[in-house]
């Protein structure tokens, strides 16, 4: 089994709403973020994965929360198995300039791994239309659970 490490954030906009991410991969619900690269810091991974699914340019950021665990464990469309080492970011993002409709940024990005781009209160999110691996983060957020480091 591959482990991966991932960094991804939680972008809040100006009313204190979630950006979440429906992606291609697997089509639910999720955070932006995804795999580190070979020779890149967490940080660099985080704004990288950002700024390439959204469009948006990270401000500014602190480490949230690291998850790893038999949680994090992951199969693919196509059978792989993975477990995740997921860095999680609070980060700021300028959402000067961008295209807003509603809740939802407007933002085509080129390798088409958003299917959509949404912000939304933390109470308005469907826990069920969550990714697998990032269900533990929104149950986590919606219990007030705050420690560091989460299996």
Excluded at 69 to 96: C, I, Q, S, T
């Amino acid at each position: 089994m591959k482990i991966i490490v991932t960094g991804g954030a939680i972008i809040l906009d100006e009313q204190n709403r979630i950006l979440l991410q429906r992606r291609s991969d697997y089509g639910d619900w999720g955070l932006p973020g995804g795999g580190m690269g070979a020779g890149e810091s967490i940080e660099e991974t985080m704004i990288r994965e950002v700024y390439e699914e959204t469009g948006l340019k990270i401000k500014e950021y602190n480490l949230y929360t690291v998850y790893s665990g038999p949680r994090m464990k992951y199969r693919y469309p196509d059978g792989n198995e993975v477990v995740f080492v997921m860095f999680l970011f609070n980060a700021k993002a300028d959402l000067n300039g961008q295209v807003l409709e509603g809740n939802r940024l407007i933002y085509n990005d080129d390798n088409d791994e958003s299917l959509r781009l949404e912000f939304k209160f933390l109470e308005d999110i469907n826990i069920e239309e969550i990714n697998i691996v990032q269900k533990p983060i929104f149950e986590d957020l919606k219990n007030g659970i705050k420690t560091i480091l989460r299996t």
